[in-house]
C-alpha cells in the first residue's frame, strides 16, 4: 500500500521530470542591448554566454542575439575587458529581451615598492606569438589565394554634416535651409546630428580569376544626389574613392585618406604595436581569440582597436574593429573607424561580409561642426572556385549596364543589402529641392569664384581673379581681363579669351582660343577628346612652364634676383587631345613660334664684320605626345583637374620635329622627352615623390631653342623646378634629371616630447640635373651660334652643364598651422657662377591630411 506521502514524492517527481522535458525541447532565446552604466553608450565585442557553453559577441551597436535548448543555461554572463562580470537570471523556453549597463571594474589596491615595473616586449609574449601566426597566414586567407571568386557587392557612400542638434536648429545661416537641417540622424555618433549631404549607391557582381589574373566588375545600378551645376558630381566620386579606398585588412599597409599606414597585420606589427590578449568566446563551434592591439607611440599614424582570431587553423580574422588613437598626427580628422565582419564560408575560409569606414572631418578637434563621410560595403552570394563562362572575364574590367542610371526605385528596393533609412531615403529629394534654391545658387556661384577664381555670367565664366592684376619689369603694372564659355552656351564649342595692358611697356596683350569637343562633354573633364585651336601675343618668361597656375598670377609677381630676362612671343598652336579609359591619352600638335627677345636678354651672334642682333626667331613645329597613368585618380575642377597621386607611376614621352621653311620655320632639329613620376610609399617612414626626365634634340640651333632648364625665382616653394637656379642659368641638348621630395609624416618629431605636441612633420629633398650642349651647339666653339647672355658687368649669365651637375638639397618643417611648409634650401654646385644664391628660405602653402 503507497502511502499518501509517496504518493506525493511521486507526483513531483512526475511534474520536474515533464516540466524537464518540455523546457529540453523548447527554445530558450534572450536578445537586448548592453551599454555602458554610466554613458549609456553601446559596448562592442562584449562576451555574451551560458557558462561552460558556447557565446556571442555584442555587435557595434551593442546589440545581441543568443539562444540555446539546455534547460541546465539559467543563467547569462556578460564580460568585457575593464568592466564587472554580470550575471542575469533568465526564463527558460522563452523569448525575451534583456537590456543590461555594464558598470567599470574598481581598479585592484596597488602596494608601491622599490621594484620596476614590468615593460611590455614583445619576447615570450603570447599575443605577438598568435599575431605572427595570423600573419604568417595571411597570405592564404586573402582572397588572391583563391582560383576563382564570384560575389556580388552592395557599396554606399555617404557625405553628412554634423554639429550637435540644437545648435543646427537654432542657426540663423540654415533657416532658409530649415527642411535639411530637420532631416537628421542623432543614433549613429553620440550627442551628434548628421544631415546627409551625399548619398551614392553602387551595386555589381565581381568576378576574381587567379591566372591569368583578372578582376572583372559588372555594374548592374548605381545611384547618387545630383548636387547642381556648380559641383562636379563626378569629380566628388573619383575624390571619395581615393580617399575611402576599399580596405583589404590583410594588406601590410592600408591606404585612408591619401597616406599609407602600417596595418596590425603585418610583419613590422610587433615593432610598432602592443598586443593584448583580452578573452576568449566561441562561436558556431569555433574557438575564437579577442586580440587588442594600440601603437607604442599614441602619436604615430598607427591604429588602436581589437580583432577575433579564429583558432580553427586558420588563423583568420572573425571581426575587426579600430580607430586612429586620440592624438595621432593627422590633419582635420576628429575620428576615423574602421569595421569588417568575416563570415565562413563553404570552403572552411572566412570571408568578409561587411566592411565599413566613417571619417569625421573638422577644422579642429574643439569645433562645433564638421563633416561626416562614410563608405559601407556589404558582400553576399559568394561561390569559390567555380569558375564563370571566359567570355564573363573578357574586355574591359568594367561594364557598366545601360540602365544603370535609371534603374528604378523598385530595383533598388528589392536589391539593396541593407535598407536605406528614413533619414538617407529622405536626403536624395532634399537635394534635389536644394539645388532649385536660388540662394543656394548663388552661394555656391560665389564660392566657384572665390576657390577657382571664376564668376558665372550666363553662358561665360569671367576670370581667373588672380590674374587681373600683377606686375614685372617689362611691363610694370598688368591689367587683364577675360573669361571663357561654359557648357550653357555649347557642350562642343569651347572659347576662351583675354587681354592685357603693360603700363611700362606701353603694349596690348591678347589670347583667343576656340574648341571642338567629339563626345559632347567639356573640354576640361575626362575623358578628353578635344580639338583645339588658338594664338596667343604675350610676354612670357624662357623656361617656365606651369600647371595649375597662370604665369601672371599676381603670387607670382614678387621674385627675387635679376627678372629681366623676358621674350615676347606669337604663338599658333593646334593641338587634338584624345583619352582613354585606361588612362592613356595621346596629344598631336603643330606649333608656329615667333619669339623676340625683351628685358636684358639680345639675341646676337659673330658674323663677317663683328657682332650682329637678331631681332626675332621662328619655329615652326609638329609634335605628339603619349601619357599613361595607370589607376590615376583626380580631383576634376571647372577648368583643371589635380592628380591625387597613389602608388602607380605616370609616364609621358614626347617628340617635337622642327621644320625648317614651314611657315617661316628658321630651323631643322628634333627633341626626345621622356619623363616619369613615382610615389613611393614607405609605411611608417612617410614617403617619397621621385620624378626622373631625359631629354636629347637634334639639330643645330641656337640657345633659346635648347632645354632652357626650369627655375624658381619666387620665394615659394615649387616642385617642378630648382629653387636656387637662375631663370635661364642653365642650357642643354640633352640632359638627364632626378626630383626627390620624401615626406617623413612626423616620424621623428612624433617622438620628440615637446615637439610632437604640435604635430609638426618633417620633408626633404634633393634636385640634380646633368646634361651639356655639343660642340654645334656651343657659341664656345661654333661660331654661328648665339652668344650667351651677359649682365651689365658682362659676365656671362647663361652656361652649360657640361663640367659637372647642377644640385640642391632642401630640409623642412611642414604643417605648421595644418598647411604651411617652410624650408631651407641649399644650393651644392656652380657657386661660382654670377649672382647666385647659395641659400634660401622658401615657403609653400599645401593642405594635407
Given at each position: 500500500m503507497i502511502s499518501l506521502f509517496d504518493s506525493k514524492k511521486s507526483l513531483t517527481l512526475f511534474l520536474v521530470l515533464t516540466c524537464s522535458f518540455l523546457c529540453a525541447q523548447a527554445q530558450t532565446v534572450v536578445k537586448g542591448i548592453v551599454r555602458d552604466a554610466q554613458t549609456h553608450a553601446p559596448l562592442a565585442f562584449v562576451s555574451v554566454y551560458f557558462k561552460g557553453s558556447k557565446g556571442v559577441v555584442s555587435g557595434e551597436d551593442g546589440s545581441y542575439s543568443i539562444s540555446t535548448t539546455n534547460p541546465k543555461n539559467t543563467t547569462l554572463e556578460f564580460s568585457f575587458n575593464g568592466y564587472k562580470v554580470l550575471r542575469k537570471k533568465i526564463e527558460v523556453g522563452t523569448t525575451q529581451d534583456l537590456d543590461v549597463?555594464?558598470?567599470?571594474?574598481?581598479?585592484?589596491?596597488?602596494?608601491?615598492?622599490?621594484?620596476?615595473?614590468?615593460?611590455?616586449?614583445?619576447?615570450?609574449?603570447?599575443?605577438?606569438?598568435?599575431?605572427?601566426?595570423?600573419?604568417?597566414?595571411?597570405?592564404?586567407?586573402?582572397?588572391?589565394?583563391?582560383?576563382?571568386?564570384?560575389?556580388?557587392?552592395?557599396?554606399?557612400?555617404?557625405?553628412?554634416?554634423?554639429?550637435?542638434?540644437?545648435?543646427?536648429?537654432?542657426?540663423?545661416?540654415?533657416?532658409?535651409?530649415?527642411?535639411?537641417?530637420?532631416?537628421?540622424?542623432?543614433?549613429?555618433?553620440?550627442?551628434?546630428?548628421?544631415?546627409?549631404?551625399?548619398?551614392?549607391?553602387?551595386l555589381s557582381d565581381k568576378y576574381y580569376r587567379k591566372s591569368p589574373s583578372k578582376e572583372k566588375t559588372y555594374v548592374l545600378g548605381k545611384k547618387k544626389v545630383n548636387l547642381g551645376e556648380f559641383v562636379d558630381n563626378d569629380g566628388i566620386t573619383r575624390y571619395l574613392n581615393s580617399m575611402y579606398t576599399p580596405i583589404d585588412i590583410y594588406e601590410p599597409n592600408l591606404t585612408l585618406l591619401s597616406n599609407q599606414l602600417l596595418s596590425p597585420i603585418s610583419d613590422l606589427a610587433p615593432t610598432f604595436y602592443r598586443f593584448y590578449l583580452r578573452d576568449t568566446v566561441e562561436m558556431d563551434g569555433i574557438k575564437l581569440v579577442q586580440l587588442t592591439f594600440a601603437p607604442r607611440n599614441p602619436q604615430d599614424l598607427l591604429f588602436r582597436g581589437s580583432m577575433y582570431i579564429t583558432l580553427d587553423g586558420n588563423y583568420a580574422v572573425q571581426k575587426i574593429q579600430m580607430g586612429l588613437t586620440k592624438h595621432a598626427n593627422l590633419n582635420w580628422t576628429r575620428e576615423l573607424r574602421i569595421k569588417q565582419d568575416f563570415e565562413r564560408g563553404a570552403d572552411g575560409r572566412y570571408h568578409v561580409i561587411m566592411s565599413d569606414m566613417l571619417a569625421e572631418f573638422a577644422l579642429s578637434k574643439k569645433a562645433s561642426g564638421g563633416l561626416v563621410g562614410e563608405r559601407t560595403v556589404s558582400y553576399k552570394n559568394y561561390i569559390i572556385n567555380q569558375p564563370a563562362p571566359d567570355s564573363v572575364y573578357e574586355g574591359r574590367s568594367e561594364i557598366i549596364a545601360e540602365s544603370t542610371a535609371s534603374a528604378s526605385d523598385s530595383f533598388w528596393t528589392a536589391n539593396r543589402h541593407t535598407a536605406l533609412s528614413e533619414t538617407e531615403q529622405k536626403a536624395y529629394t532634399n537635394m534635389d529641392s536644394l539645388k532649385n534654391m536660388k540662394s543656394y545658387r548663388r552661394l555656391m556661384d560665389w564660392a566657384t569664384f572665390l576657390l577657382a577664381g571664376y564668376k558665372s555670367a550666363g553662358p561665360f565664366d569671367i576670370g581667373p581673379v588672380n590674374a587681373f592684376y600683377s606686375f614685372n619689369p617689362v611691363e610694370g603694372f598688368r591689367l587683364r581681363f577675360g573669361g571663357r564659355t561654359t557648357p550653357k552656351f555649347s557642350k562642343r564649342l569651347y572659347f576662351e579669351t583675354y587681354a592685357a595692358y603693360g603700363f611700362k611697356d606701353e603694349r596690348v596683350k591678347y589670347f583667343l582660343s576656340g574648341a571642338y569637343s567629339f563626345n559632347k562633354k567639356s573640354i576640361y573633364t575626362f575623358p578628353y577628346n578635344f580639338l583645339?585651336?588658338?594664338?596667343?601675343?604675350?610676354?612670357?618668361?624662357?623656361?617656365?612652364?606651369?600647371?595649375?597656375?597662370?604665369?601672371?598670377?599676381?603670387?607670382?609677381?614678387?621674385?627675387?634676383?635679376?627678372?629681366?630676362?623676358?621674350?615676347?612671343?606669337?604663338?599658333?598652336?593646334?593641338?587634338?587631345?584624345?583619352?582613354?579609359?585606361?588612362?592613356?591619352?595621346?596629344?598631336?600638335?603643330?606649333?608656329?613660334?615667333?619669339?623676340?627677345?625683351?628685358?636684358?636678354?639680345?639675341?646676337?651672334?659673330?658674323?663677317?664684320?663683328?657682332?650682329?642682333?637678331?631681332?626675332?626667331?621662328?619655329?615652326?613645329?609638329?609634335?605628339?605626345?603619349?601619357?599613361?597613368?595607370?589607376?590615376?585618380?583626380?580631383?576634376?575642377?571647372?577648368?583643371?583637374?589635380?592628380?591625387?597621386?597613389?602608388?602607380?607611376?605616370?609616364?609621358?614621352?614626347?617628340?617635337?620635329?622642327?621644320?625648317?621653311?614651314?611657315?617661316?620655320?628658321?630651323?631643322?632639329?628634333?627633341?626626345?622627352?621622356?619623363?616619369?613620376?613615382?610615389?613611393?610609399?614607405?609605411?611608417?617612414?612617410?614617403?617619397?615623390?621621385?620624378?626622373?626626365?631625359?631629354?636629347?634634340?637634334?639639330?643645330?640651333?641656337?640657345?633659346?631653342?635648347?632645354?632652357?632648364?626650369?627655375?624658381?625665382?619666387?620665394?615659394?616653394?615649387?616642385?617642378?623646378?630648382?629653387?636656387?637656379?637662375?631663370?635661364?642659368?642653365?642650357?642643354?641638348?640633352?640632359?638627364?634629371?632626378?626630383?626627390?621630395?620624401?615626406?617623413?609624416?612626423?616620424?621623428?618629431?612624433?617622438?620628440?616630447?615637446?615637439?610632437?605636441?604640435?604635430?609638426?612633420?618633417?620633408?626633404?629633398?634633393?634636385?640634380?640635373?646633368?646634361?651639356?650642349?655639343?660642340?654645334?651647339?656651343?657659341?664656345?666653339?661654333?661660331?654661328?651660334?648665339?652668344?650667351?647672355?651677359?649682365?651689365?658687368?658682362?659676365?656671362?649669365?647663361?652656361?652649360?652643364?657640361?663640367?659637372?651637375?647642377?644640385?640642391?638639397?632642401?630640409?623642412?618643417?611642414?604643417?605648421?598651422?595644418?598647411?604651411?611648409?617652410?624650408?631651407?634650401?641649399?644650393?651644392?654646385?656652380?657657386?661660382?657662377?654670377?649672382?647666385?644664391?647659395?641659400?634660401?628660405?622658401?615657403?609653400?602653402?599645401?593642405?594635407?591630411?
Open positions: 549597463n555594464l558598470e567599470v571594474a574598481e581598479m585592484a589596491s596597488v602596494t608601491v615598492n622599490s621594484r620596476k615595473r614590468t615593460k611590455y616586449r614583445n619576447k615570450d609574449n603570447p599575443a605577438v606569438e598568435l599575431i605572427r601566426k595570423v600573419v604568417d597566414n595571411r597570405e592564404r586567407n586573402r582572397m588572391s589565394a583563391l582560383d576563382y571568386v564570384q560575389y556580388q557587392q552592395y557599396e554606399k557612400m555617404e557625405l553628412s554634416l554634423t554639429n550637435k542638434p540644437e545648435k543646427l536648429m537654432n542657426n540663423r545661416l540654415l533657416k532658409n535651409y530649415k527642411f535639411l537641417v530637420e532631416n537628421q540622424d542623432t543614433t549613429r555618433l553620440e550627442g551628434k546630428a548628421l544631415i546627409p549631404v551625399y548619398i551614392e549607391e553602387t583645339r585651336v588658338s594664338f596667343q601675343h604675350d610676354t612670357k618668361i624662357p623656361g617656365q612652364e606651369l600647371q595649375f597656375v597662370q604665369e601672371d598670377n599676381f603670387l607670382l609677381s614678387f621674385k627675387r634676383g635679376d627678372n629681366n630676362k623676358w621674350l615676347y612671343n606669337d604663338i599658333f598652336t593646334t593641338e587634338y587631345v584624345r583619352e582613354f579609359g585606361k588612362n592613356i591619352s595621346y596629344t598631336f600638335g603643330f606649333k608656329n613660334w615667333r619669339q623676340q627677345a625683351a628685358g636684358s636678354i639680345v639675341y646676337q651672334k659673330f658674323d663677317g664684320a663683328g657682332v650682329s642682333t637678331i631681332q626675332d626667331i621662328t619655329t615652326t613645329e609638329l609634335s605628339a605626345e603619349l601619357r599613361w597613368a595607370p589607376r590615376e585618380q583626380f580631383y576634376q575642377g571647372k577648368t583643371y583637374r589635380i592628380p591625387i597621386f597613389n602608388k602607380y607611376p605616370i609616364f609621358r614621352l614626347r617628340y617635337i620635329s622642327g621644320i625648317k621653311g614651314l611657315v617661316n620655320g628658321d630651323y631643322n632639329y628634333q627633341q626626345v622627352t621622356a619623363n616619369i613620376f613615382k610615389r613611393f610609399y614607405f609605411s611608417q617612414f612617410g614617403y617619397a615623390d621621385v620624378v626622373t626626365e631625359g631629354g636629347y634634340i637634334f639639330g643645330q640651333l641656337p640657345y633659346p631653342l635648347l632645354t632652357i632648364h626650369r627655375a624658381n625665382q619666387t620665394y615659394a616653394y615649387q616642385l617642378n623646378s630648382f629653387n636656387m637656379m637662375n631663370f635661364m642659368e642653365f642650357v642643354s641638348d640633352h640632359y638627364v634629371s632626378v626630383s626627390t621630395d620624401y615626406y617623413f609624416n612626423g616620424f621623428i618629431f612624433n617622438k620628440l616630447p615637446l615637439i610632437r605636441k604640435l604635430k609638426l612633420r618633417e620633408v626633404a629633398g634633393f634636385k640634380m640635373a646633368y646634361g651639356g650642349i655639343r660642340r654645334e651647339n656651343d657659341p664656345a666653339y661654333n661660331k654661328e651660334a648665339f652668344l650667351f647672355p651677359t649682365d651689365e658687368a658682362g659676365k656671362t649669365t647663361t652656361f652649360s652643364l657640361a663640367s659637372k651637375p647642377y644640385m640642391e638639397a632642401n630640409v623642412g618643417i611642414g604643417n605648421i598651422f595644418k598647411i604651411l611648409r617652410v624650408d631651407l634650401v641649399k644650393r651644392l654646385s656652380y657657386l661660382e657662377n654670377p649672382d647666385v644664391p647659395k641659400w634660401a628660405i622658401r615657403a609653400r602653402a599645401r593642405f594635407e591630411f
